[in-house]
Nanobody, 115 residues
Framework: QVQLVESGGGLVQAGGSLRVSCVVS????????LGWYRQAPGKERELVAR???????EYADSVKGRFTISRDGTKSTLYLQMDSLKPEDTAVYYC?????????WGQGTQVTVSS
């Protein structure tokens, strides 16, 4: 069993920055892949960024150059630094990890970008 708890969402103006965090109940290096998804109202959940190995990352084209995924093993925490935010980034952001082929999700954190 793995628990994922997100935090750090909020309201920000377009062009601003925000960092969301995800605390994982197990060593984050035991989950692969490990990353962030988002779901906007009326849309399907989509991949934002994830680690696919110890060092390899994958980003959605829409966030490349603006978002950065990172992790701190000592804190069992995954981060998503979001810069140059746009209104279209508004969504609920979910932390996701796979552990022994089982998918685990956090409860989500709301990010709202005003124009």
């Amino acid at each position: 069993q793995v628990q994922l708890v997100e935090s750090g969402g909020g309201l920000v103006q377009a062009g601003g920055s925000l960092r969301v965090s995800c605390v994982v109940s197990r060593s984050i290096f035991n989950l692969n892949p490990l990353g962030w998804y988002r779901q906007a109202p009326g849309k399907e959940r989509e991949l934002v960024a994830r680690f696919t190995s110890i060092v390899r990352t994958e980003y959605a084209d829409s966030v490349k150059g603006r978002f950065t995924i990172s992790r701190d093993g000592t804190k069992s925490t995954l981060y998503l630094q979001m810069d140059s935010l746009k209104p279209e980034d508004t969504a609920v952001y979910y932390c996701h990890g796979k552990y022994f082929d089982v998918d685990y999700w956090g409860q989500g954190t709301q990010v709202t970008v005003s124009s």
